[in-house]
């Protein structure tokens, strides 16, 4: 979003988040727009506030992970797109997602898979 608005530097950056956030969420970050730009990353600095505050933690993902609904509609290659989205990042596509992936995979597919 940035390199098409010529969106360059850290505080300009800022500025853009800031004037976009609404007022309720503003509030979650006072301390930071009292303090400006001063430091040398104030992006990154909010940017990191705000996805500690609002993003999901990994229990939330995991849960999101196991309760995910089956294939549907949609094609093996995005259900897997959706699962490793749920991932935590400190944690590695492994063993355990395959074995969540399978699962909702309908049994025909599953067996030609796993075969």
Known sequence: MFDTCNIQTECACYQHVVAK????????V????RAGTGGDNPY??????LCSTFGRI???LCNS?????????DKPSMLMAKLQ?????????GTLLQSFFLRRLPEAMRQQVEA
């Open 58 to 60: 990994k229990w939330e």
């Open 44 to 49: 990154t600095t909010l940017k990191n506030r």
């Open 21 to 28: 956030l609404p007022c309720e969420t503003l509030i979650s």
């Open 85 to 93: 989205s749920l991932l935590p990042a400190s944690e590695a596509a």
């Open 30 to 33: 006072c301390d930071l727009l």
């Open 65 to 73: 992970l196991y309760e995910h609904p089956p294939l549907g509609s």
